[in-house]
């Protein structure tokens, strides 16, 4: 079965860092291009950005650039989204999305990752 | 905000067909296709239709998809209890190098 699993629920504090992750299996990894979308408390969904695990290239939407950073580890088959310095305004659950070879589309979802940032 | 944009609200009852319509521009639907999302309550989203019109394996063919210009619409015939979910088109956008999802239309079956 094609699926991604994603780490379960974090609880952290503002300033503090945070990495989670997105495991895929049945398929070739390398072959499909992993996306982060965010979706806040809600609200509808945003790209964050993508990455290509073949070779760590990776693409981010302005709105996120700088604050996140999107990695893959090809040898085990995850990507990772990570935050140095989280703020209140990250509370929000993320998901993480294969990207289908037709139409640019999100083909398999991950089941998500809440992430809460409160003091 | 959302550079696609969709009613936040629609409604039908059991059997009826229901449109939702999705509105972007030159630079994302007007030169990419389109693709709709399904989100149930507490769940994550889920491909419901490809390139503007296609339909994964397993979707019922109730649900379509058409394009034309820069507005695309999602079409739910013969309505279900079961369809009252979160929808959401998505096209990709030239100037974000990205793709772009609409806000986002909450349907509910009277």
């Known amino acids: 079965e094609v699926q991604l699993v994603q780490s379960g629920a974090e609880v952290k504090k503002p300033g503090e860092s945070l990495r989670i992750s997105c495991k895929g299996s049945g398929y070739s990894f390398t072959s499909y291009w992993i996306s982060w979308v965010r979706q806040m408390p809600g609200k509808g969904l945003e790209w964050m950005g993508r990455i290509d695990p073949s070779d760590s290239y990776t693409n981010y939407s302005p709105s996120f650039q700088g604050h996140v950073t999107i990695s893959a580890d090809k040898s085990i088959s995850t990507a990772y989204l990570q935050w140095s310095s989280l703020k209140a305004s990250d509370t929000a659950m993320y998901y993480c999305?294969?990207?289908?070879?037709?139409?640019?589309?999100?083909?398999?979802w991950g089941q998500g990752t809440m992430v809460t940032v409160s003091s | 905000q959302s550079v696609l944009t969709q009613p936040p609200s629609a409604s039908g009852t059991p059997g009826q067909r229901v449109t939702i319509s999705c509105s972007g521009s030159s630079s994302n639907i007007g030169s990419n296709t389109v693709n709709w999302y399904q989100q149930l309550p507490g769940t994550a989203p889920k491909l419901l239709i490809y390139s503007n019109n296609q339909r994964p394996s397993g979707v019922p063919d109730r649900f379509s998809g058409s394009k034309s210009g820069t507005s695309a619409s999602l079409a739910i015939s013969g309505l279900q209890s079961e369809d009252e979910a979160d929808y959401y088109c998505a096209a990709w956008d030239d100037s974000l190098n990205g793709p772009k999802f609409g806000g986002g239309t909450k349907l509910t079956v009277l």
């Open positions: 999305a294969r990207r289908t070879g037709t139409g640019d589309a999100f083909d398999i």
